[in-house]
């Protein structure tokens, strides 16, 4: 299945008459697929950046503004969450009004929105923009494959989303030591404002290099009623998934929301055999690689965000490394993800992507569970291996997978599909955090008070071991201010130790999770729609 393109080569999205993109050349810039994947790359690392790097700036915010735990907790839960139920929905926008448009328009507001955060006196409007910058962040990421995928052809399309996947990695693992750096020497307004000069370059490049793609049967209408339902099942999933950690799996709440989430899927999925033009049209997911894509990339970013989230606490809290220095000994992390995706794009252009899919997963599964061995005085030697072995494993599957899911969509729902990647990662990101969280709460329960009496501590009233308890799953030793040193000294030894046990098992459970996402390897192929309506620009 295949699908014409036509390109608006003024640019403009307007009414401009269509040609033809195999009768097109690019001249010049515009349109030229290099130029336009630097440009995508630009916006895309500001987005990419703000997922870990206002995590560094929580803590000044929350002094400055007086914030609560809980108010510091939404600047988080509002973004994802705005990113999360908005994503499919954006790159149906896009796939309507254009790719170039929505990318722009995206750009532009994540920008605008940075600087407000940034302006904003009070913890409230902090939250509020916080959603905008969510919202606007979902018009821009699918926007930014649907631009490579209508602009590259097919034997380059791999490396482009190689290189595209390179800088989502880089920026995200190099998140932490940016912010680190700017909130120690300058504020924690300057994590957002950084947003600012970056997105007026990512909109200048795009206003003179991007070519708006347009297929021939795009959508022309707006399934309102299914965007409302998928966006209610979302929604309910990614909230269950977020107060589970507080409210415990077992609460009739957490379950209330995941009831409600079925249903409004199930009635998403009715709706959609019903209407002229589905927001997504189910026949789709008759594309067994494309499907298999997608859950790969949930069980990646359970394995991989959830496992990460506590190496972040073990560096700081059991190492007691700073921001900036715990983000340095990510770097191998990050230099593997830089060196492997392009090499991996182009190996997955040359063999097809099983092999490259499940070796990776291979990969990311020994590194997780080499991680389940680091323990209080492991050296800083064996943990950049295990790193790196995770940024090699990661590589060919942050490409591959996407390549599966955009590649085998067709042209027109190209947008869609890049949402569908998106909101695959994200809600897979959330699920690992709460699962693997839920794992080492229950570890640290289980060992905590054994651990506490054969230490020869004082016994704890029930409320004293449930705060205990919290502390130590955040990699803290709960010393309360005036004890002795020695008596300091083996409180920290108790709890570094029962964290120590927690991460291992969440580890563990991580390294399983990759192993399973081997066999789903498998059954992805190269995508058979990778081709169409990319012939619009020489290389």
């Not at 309102?224 to 709440?253: N, R, Y």
């Not at 690689?289 to 990460?308: E, H, K, N």
């Not at 921001?323 to 063999?351: E, Q, Y």
């Amino acid at each position: 299945m295949t699908s014409q393109t036509t390109i608006d080569t003024t640019g403009s999205g307007g009414d401009a008459p269509a040609v033809p993109s195999d009768a097109t050349s690019a001249k010049g810039m515009r349109g030229h697929p290099w130029l336009t994947l630097i440009t995508v790359a630009v916006g895309v690392m500001m987005v990419a950046l703000d997922g870990t790097i206002v995590a560094i700036a929580n803590p000044a915010i929350g002094e400055d503004l007086k914030a609560s735990w809980s108010d510091l907790q939404w600047i988080t839960n509002a973004y994802f969450l705005a990113l999360a139920v908005s994503l499919i929905t954006a790159g149906k926008l896009g796939d309507r009004f254009g790719h170039r448009q929505t990318f722009l328009i995206g750009v532009a507001g994540f920008a605008a929105s940075s600087a407000a955060i940034g302006l904003s006196q009070g913890i409230t409007m902090v939250i509020v923009f916080r959603v905008f910058q969510g919202l606007f962040g979902a018009l821009l990421m699918p926007a930014a494959l649907g631009l490579l995928r209508a602009t590259f052809p097919a034997e380059k399309l791999n490396m482009a989303i190689g290189i595209w996947g390179m800088v989502i990695g880089a920026s995200t693992a190099g998140g932490p030591i940016l912010g680190g750096v700017l909130v120690e020497h300058v504020n924690w307004q300057s994590v957002f404002f950084i947003n600012v000069p970056v997105g007026v370059l990512a909109v200048a490049l795009g206003v003179a290099i991007l070519l708006d793609h347009r297929a021939e049967n795009a959508p022309r209408s707006f399934d309102l009623l299914g965007i409302a339902l998928l966006s209610a099942a979302v929604f309910c999933l990614v909230w269950a998934i977020i107060k589970a950690p507080e409210w415990g799996w077992g609460d009739t709440g957490v379950w209330a929301f995941i009831i409600a989430s079925l249903v409004s899927f199930g009635s998403f999925a009715y709706w959609e055999t019903k209407v002229k033009e589905p927001l997504i049209p189910l026949g789709l997911f008759r594309s067994v690689p494309l499907s298999a894509g997608v859950v790969l990339m949930v069980l990646m970013a359970i394995s991989f965000m959830g496992g990460l989230f506590f190496v972040t606490f073990y560096l700081q809290g059991v190492r007691g490394l700073g921001p900036v220095d715990a983000g340095l000994h990510l770097l191998p992390l990050t230099g593997m993800m830089i060196v492997g995706s392009p090499l991996a794009g182009a190996m997955i252009t040359k063999v097809g992507p099983r092999v490259p899919l499940a070796g990776g997963m291979a990969l990311t599964a020994l590194a997780m569970y080499g991680m389940s061995t680091l323990d209080t005085t492991t050296g800083s030697g064996v943990m950049s291996l295990w790193f790196a072995v995770l940024g090699l494993g990661l590589a060919p599957v942050m490409v591959g997978a996407t390549e599966v899911i955009v590649g085998n969509a067709p042209l027109e729902l190209s947008g869609v599909a890049g949402g569908l990647q998106q909101s695959a990662m994200q809600v897979g990101g959330s699920l690992g955090t709460a699962v693997l969280g839920a794992v080492m709460a229950s570890k640290v329960d289980n060992d905590l008070p054994g651990n506490w009496t054969d230490a020869g501590l004082p016994p704890l009233a029930p409320e004293q071991l449930e705060g205990a308890a919290t502390a130590v799953q955040k990699g803290g030793a709960p010393v309360p201010p005036g004890t002795p040193e020695a008596i300091a000294t083996k409180i920290t030894d108790v709890a570094h130790d029962t964290f120590i046990s927690g991460m291992s098992a969440a580890s563990l459970v991580a390294a399983g999770v990759a192993a399973v996402a081997v066999l789903v390897a498998f059954l992805t192929k190269k995508g058979e729609n990778a081709g169409a309506g990319a012939g619009a620009a020489h290389i």
